[in-house]
Structure formats: C-alpha cells, structure tokens
C-alpha cells in the first residue's frame, strides 16, 4: 500500500508569513499533484510534477519534486488569507496504480 | 468539456433507504475513481475503473456499497440501507491514465439522518 504522508497537518499563520508544506513517500511515483480544496467543493489541481527535482511556480506558490520522486514541497510566499484551504498531495504511478492521496494540510491565513 | 460533473450535488436520506450517485468524467478520460470526505479530511479511495472494468474495491468498502461504469463512460455509485455513518461528501475523478493526476468533480454531500 502507498502511502503520503504531509506535514504539518494544521497551520495558522498571520498574512505575508511565508510556509512550506511536506509530502513525504517510502514510494516512487511517476508524477506527484498538489491540490487546493475549499469547504464544500471538490479538491482543484494545482500542479503536476513529473522529473525528479523539477521545481514550477504558479505566482507565489513553488513546488519541487525530489529528486527521487518520492517526496514534495509546496512553499507560499507572502501567504494572503485567499490561500486558505486544504492542500492535498496525490501521487500517482501510472499503469494501473490507483492514484493516492496525503493526508492534507489545513491552511489558515488570518488576516 | 466542462470537465468532471456530480449529481446531485447535495442528497439528504433517511436511514434505510438507498442511494445513487452519477459521475460524468471528462470524455477522453479512461480511468475513473470513487473518493469519500469527512470534513477537514483527505480523500479516502473507495474505488476506481480502467474504461468500464473495476480494478479495485477498497476493503474499507462494504458490501452496501457498489459502483458501475457499464459502458466506460458514466458511473455510479449505490448505498444500499444507508448508516448515519455514510454521510460525507462522495467525490468523482477522471484521469488519464498516463501518471498526469486526477481532475475532480464538486462532490455529493451525502447526509443520512
């Protein structure tokens, strides 16, 4: 069974704070995807990555995919109250491996 | 393509009774997945398809629980006598299959009162 693990599981943080959110996995994965859920809705792909240490930016947010493909960072620069949610990593390994999810980091941003 | 829909998107049932949810995945999609959320929560795989096979059935899923994709298109996913228990939100995914991640639905919001 794989299993992705994310860390920390909460946190609340004061806007304009930077945070950096964990993935971790004893699995290899194919490609790795970060989500961002809010109450009520179904969780909305942010990024996928899929090379080994490969970093993207999408505005103030920056993912990594290590460089074994078994773990990932999602980092937020100067975190605004809209970037409250739940963050999910997923990963998946292609063929006919099910796509597995982390257990979320719950993100406040107050304002 | 207006990407992976979900109807309803809210049911509220009694006790007992049975349910049926819809997922339309996005077209060119040939793996679809069952997903279920308690709040503050990430999702909990219940099931997926390759086309119209089911390849796996979580064992967390009991035998109240069942889902189809008869054409590998559409699916849908029954609760038969459901708990209180059962209430979460359901969720629908569709992918490609090729290790490019899942596209969601918006979810049913099961309540069982």
Not at chain 2, 91 to 110: I, K, M, N, P
Request: hydrophobic share 30%; charged share 20%; aromatic share 10%.
């Amino acid at each position: 069974t794989q299993l992705l693990e994310q860390s920390p599981q909460f946190l609340s943080i004061q806007e304009g704070e930077n945070l950096t959110v964990y993935c971790n996995s004893s699995s290899v994965f194919s490609s790795l995807q970060w989500y961002r859920q809010e109450p009520g809705e179904g969780p909305v792909l942010l990024v996928t990555v899929v090379t080994g240490g490969e970093v993207k930016k999408l505005k103030r947010l920056t993912f990594q995919f290590g460089d074994a493909r078994k773990d990932s960072s999602l980092h937020i620069t100067a975190a605004q109250p809209g970037d409250t949610g739940l963050y999910l990593c997923a990963g998946d390994s292609g063929g006919y491996q099910k796509v597995t999810f982390g257990t979320g980091t719950k993100l406040q941003v107050i304002p | 393509d207006t990407g992976v829909s979900q109807d309803p998107r809210h049911k509220i049932t009694k006790r007992g009774q049975n349910v049926t949810f819809r997922c339309d995945p996005i077209s060119e999609h040939n793996r679809l997945y069952w997903y279920r959320q308690t709040l503050g929560q990430g999702p909990e795989f219940l099931t997926y398809f390759q086309n119209e096979a089911q390849l796996e059935k979580s064992r967390l899923l009991s035998d109240r629980f069942s889902a189809e994709r008869p054409k590998g298109s559409f699916s849908t996913l029954e609760i038969q006598r459901t708990e209180q228990g059962d209430s979460a939100m359901y969720l629908c995914a569709s992918s490609l299959g090729l290790g490019g991640g899942a596209f969601f639905g918006q979810g049913t919001r099961l309540t069982v009162v």
